[in-house]
C-alpha cells in the first residue's frame, strides 16, 4: 500500500470522509515525508507541526465541509496568514505576522483544510530565488516564483499548494519540477492579502498532483462549490501554437513536444498547427512594460524606504518602471486589449490549444529560475492555462506542455488537460 503522504487530495479527502483515515494521520505522513526530505530541497519558509496536527484534530471532530475536508495545504509566502509570518521573499518582511488571512487561504480554511505551513517565495514573487532546489534533481532550479510550492506537491510534502502568477510563475515551476499547475482566469480568486506585483497581471492559481485537484482547490478558494469534474469521454480538438517564444526554445524542447503531440495523436487527438494573429507580435514586450511599470509602483514603499534591502534583481529589473513614460504603459495595455479580443479567433474548430509550458527541462543553476518567456503573452491575456507533466527531456528533468483556452472557459481546459495528462502519464 501506499503512504497517505502519496494520495491525491480528493481521494485522501473521500477516506477521511468515510472514515478510513483521518486528516491528523495524513497530515503526520506529510510531516514525516517533509522531515525525510526537506534537506534536499528546502521548499518550506514556515512549519510548525504541533498547530498542524491540532488543526487537522479540529477538522476530525467535525462534519465535513467540502470535498477538500481535512487535506493539508501549502501556503505561497506572499500571502496573508494570521497565525503564521509572511515573509515576502523579502529581509525587509522577516518576522511579519498579518493580523489577517488572505481571502484565499480564509476561504479554504472555511472549507475545512488544514494549512501546514509557508512555501518559499522568490523575493516579491519576482527573479531573486530562495533556498529552494529541484526535488528531481538538486542541483537544478525549481522554477519561480512559486518555487517551494511546486517542489513539495512534486516530492510528495503535501498534496496541494497556493502558487501565484504575474509572468510564469504557477505554470513554469509546475512545468520544470512535474507537477500539474493551474492559473484560472484572470480575477476568478480575490487577491485581497496577496502582495501584489502587477495589477493588470497578478493570478492566484494552484499546484497539485492530478488535473480534478487542481480544478476542486481553485473553487474552493474562489468561494464556489466544488463541482463535480466532468471527465472527458472524447478526445479534445487541439492546436499546437509555437508562438512567437518558440525562437527562445532550448534545444531539448522540440523533441519532447513533437513526442507529446504523437503520443496524443495515437489516442486519437486531431492536432493542428495554428498561429497566433500579427498583433500578437509585441505581446511579450507589452506584459513586460506593464509588468516593469506595473510591479515599481507596487513596491513604491519599499523602494523609496527601504531600497537598501532590495535585491539588485529586482531593483535592475522592477526600477526603471519609475521613469517609464505613461504613454509607453497605455500602449502595453492597449496591446492587451486588442489580443484579448483576437484569441476568440484561434478557437474556431477547436478546444484548447496547446504550446510549451517552459523553454525546456530545469536550468542547471540555483540562481536562474528560469524564463517566463513561454508564459508572458498567456498571463497577459489573463487566460486559463494549466501544466500537463509526463515528458521528459534528456536530463531526466521534467518538460511540461501548457493547454490554454478563452477567458471564462476554465472548465473545458481542465477536462482537455486531464484527458491530455492521462494520454502522457500512462
Given at each position: 500500500?501506499?503512504?497517505?503522504?502519496?494520495s491525491?487530495?480528493?481521494?485522501?479527502?473521500?477516506?477521511?470522509?468515510?472514515?478510513?483515515?483521518?486528516?491528523?494521520?495524513?497530515?503526520?505522513?506529510?510531516?514525516?515525508?517533509?522531515?525525510a526530505r526537506?534537506?534536499?530541497?528546502?521548499?518550506?519558509?514556515?512549519l510548525?507541526?504541533?498547530?498542524?496536527?491540532?488543526?487537522?484534530a479540529?477538522?476530525?471532530?467535525?462534519?465535513?465541509?467540502?470535498?477538500?475536508?481535512?487535506?493539508?495545504?501549502?501556503?505561497?509566502?506572499?500571502?496573508?496568514?494570521?497565525?503564521?509570518?509572511?515573509?515576502n521573499?523579502?529581509?525587509?518582511?522577516?518576522?511579519?505576522?498579518?493580523?489577517w488571512?488572505?481571502?484565499?487561504?480564509?476561504?479554504?480554511?472555511?472549507?475545512?483544510?488544514?494549512?501546514?505551513?509557508?512555501?518559499?517565495?522568490?523575493?516579491?514573487?519576482?527573479r531573486?530565488?530562495?533556498?529552494?532546489?529541484?526535488?528531481?534533481?538538486?542541483?537544478?532550479?525549481?522554477?519561480?516564483?512559486?518555487?517551494?510550492?511546486?517542489?513539495?506537491?512534486?516530492?510528495?510534502?503535501?498534496?496541494?499548494?497556493?502558487g501565484?502568477?504575474?509572468?510564469?510563475?504557477?505554470?513554469?515551476?509546475?512545468?520544470?519540477?512535474?507537477?500539474?499547475?493551474?492559473?484560472?482566469?484572470?480575477?476568478?480568486?480575490?487577491?485581497?492579502?496577496v502582495?501584489?506585483?502587477g495589477?493588470?497581471?497578478?493570478?492566484?492559481?494552484?499546484?497539485a498532483?492530478?488535473?480534478?485537484?487542481?480544478?476542486?482547490?481553485?473553487?474552493?478558494m474562489?468561494?464556489?462549490?466544488?463541482?463535480?469534474?466532468?471527465a472527458r469521454?472524447?478526445?479534445?480538438?487541439?492546436?499546437?501554437?509555437?508562438?512567437?517564444?518558440?525562437?527562445d526554445?532550448?534545444?531539448e524542447?522540440?523533441?519532447a513536444?513533437?513526442?507529446?503531440?504523437?503520443?496524443l495523436?495515437?489516442?486519437?487527438?486531431?492536432?493542428?498547427?495554428?498561429?497566433?494573429?500579427?498583433?500578437?507580435?509585441?505581446?511579450?514586450?507589452?506584459?513586460?512594460?506593464?509588468m516593469?511599470?506595473?510591479g515599481?509602483?507596487?513596491?513604491?514603499?519599499?523602494?523609496?524606504?527601504?531600497?537598501?534591502?532590495?535585491?539588485?534583481?529586482?531593483?535592475?529589473?522592477?526600477?526603471?518602471?519609475?521613469?517609464?513614460?505613461?504613454?509607453?504603459?497605455?500602449?502595453?495595455?492597449?496591446?492587451?486589449?486588442?489580443?484579448?479580443?483576437?484569441?476568440?479567433?484561434?478557437?474556431?474548430?477547436?478546444?484548447?490549444?496547446?504550446t510549451?509550458?517552459?523553454?525546456?527541462e530545469?536550468?542547471?543553476?540555483?540562481?536562474?529560475?528560469?524564463?517566463?518567456?513561454?508564459?508572458?503573452i498567456?498571463?497577459?491575456?489573463?487566460?486559463?492555462?494549466?501544466?500537463?507533466?509526463?515528458l521528459?527531456?534528456?536530463?531526466?528533468?521534467?518538460?511540461?506542455?501548457?493547454?490554454?483556452?478563452p477567458?471564462?472557459?476554465?472548465?473545458?481546459?481542465?477536462?482537455?488537460?486531464?484527458?491530455?495528462?492521462?494520454?502522457?502519464?500512462?
Amino acid at each position: 500500500m501506499s503512504a497517505p503522504y502519496e494520495s491525491d487530495a480528493l481521494s485522501a479527502a473521500a477516506d477521511i470522509a468515510a472514515g478510513r483515515i483521518t486528516s491528523e494521520y495524513l497530515v503526520r505522513s506529510c510531516l514525516d515525508r517533509i522531515e525525510a526530505r526537506e534537506g534536499a530541497v528546502g521548499a518550506w519558509e514556515y512549519l510548525d507541526p504541533e498547530q498542524a496536527l491540532a488543526e487537522a484534530a479540529l477538522r476530525d471532530a467535525e462534519e465535513p465541509r467540502s470535498p477538500l475536508h481535512g487535506v493539508p495545504v501549502a501556503v505561497k509566502d506572499i500571502i496573508a496568514t494570521h497565525d503564521m509570518p509572511t515573509g515576502n521573499g523579502s529581509p525587509i518582511y522577516a518576522g511579519n505576522r498579518p493580523a489577517w488571512d488572505a481571502a484565499c487561504v480564509a476561504l479554504l480554511r472555511a472549507a475545512g483544510m488544514v494549512v501546514l505551513g509557508k512555501t518559499v517565495s522568490t523575493e516579491f514573487a519576482m527573479r531573486f530565488p530562495g533556498k529552494t532546489r529541484n526535488p528531481n534533481n538538486p542541483a537544478h532550479t525549481p522554477g519561480g516564483s512559486s518555487s517551494g510550492s511546486a517542489a513539495a506537491v512534486a516530492d510528495g510534502m503535501v498534496p496541494l499548494a497556493i502558487g501565484t502568477q504575474t509572468a510564469g510563475s504557477v505554470i513554469r515551476p509546475a512545468s520544470y519540477c512535474g507537477c500539474v499547475g493551474f492559473k484560472p482566469t484572470y480575477g476568478r480568486i480575490a487577491r485581497a492579502g496577496v502582495k501584489m506585483l502587477g495589477e493588470s497581471l497578478d493570478t492566484i492559481g494552484t499546484m497539485a498532483r492530478t488535473v480534478p485537484d487542481a480544478a476542486a482547490f481553485a473553487a474552493v478558494m474562489e468561494g464556489v462549490p466544488v463541482p463535480h469534474f466532468q471527465a472527458r469521454t472524447d478526445p479534445p480538438r487541439v492546436a499546437f501554437c509555437r508562438s512567437p517564444a518558440w525562437p527562445d526554445a532550448e534545444p531539448e524542447l522540440e523533441p519532447a513536444m513533437m513526442e507529446g503531440l504523437e503520443r496524443l495523436r495515437a489516442a486519437g487527438v486531431q492536432i493542428v498547427d495554428r498561429e497566433l494573429p500579427k498583433s500578437f507580435d509585441e505581446a511579450g514586450d507589452a506584459h513586460n512594460t506593464v509588468m516593469v511599470y506595473e510591479g515599481y509602483r507596487s513596491l513604491a514603499w519599499e523602494f523609496l524606504a527601504r531600497s537598501d534591502q532590495l535585491s539588485d534583481a529586482i531593483k535592475d529589473y522592477t526600477g526603471p518602471g519609475r521613469d517609464m513614460p505613461r504613454e509607453r504603459y497605455d500602449w502595453a495595455r492597449r496591446i492587451q486589449a486588442t489580443c484579448r479580443a483576437e484569441f476568440y479567433q484561434m478557437f474556431l474548430g477547436i478546444d484548447v490549444v496547446i504550446t510549451p509550458a517552459a523553454p525546456g527541462e530545469a536550468p542547471g543553476q540555483l540562481a536562474f529560475t528560469g524564463s517566463p518567456v513561454f508564459n508572458r503573452i498567456w498571463t497577459l491575456l489573463g487566460v486559463p492555462c494549466v501544466t500537463v507533466p509526463g515528458l521528459v527531456g534528456p536530463r531526466g528533468l521534467p518538460i511540461g506542455m501548457q493547454v490554454v483556452g478563452p477567458a471564462g472557459h476554465a472548465s473545458a481546459v481542465l477536462g482537455a488537460a486531464h484527458w491530455i495528462h492521462n494520454v502522457l502519464t500512462r
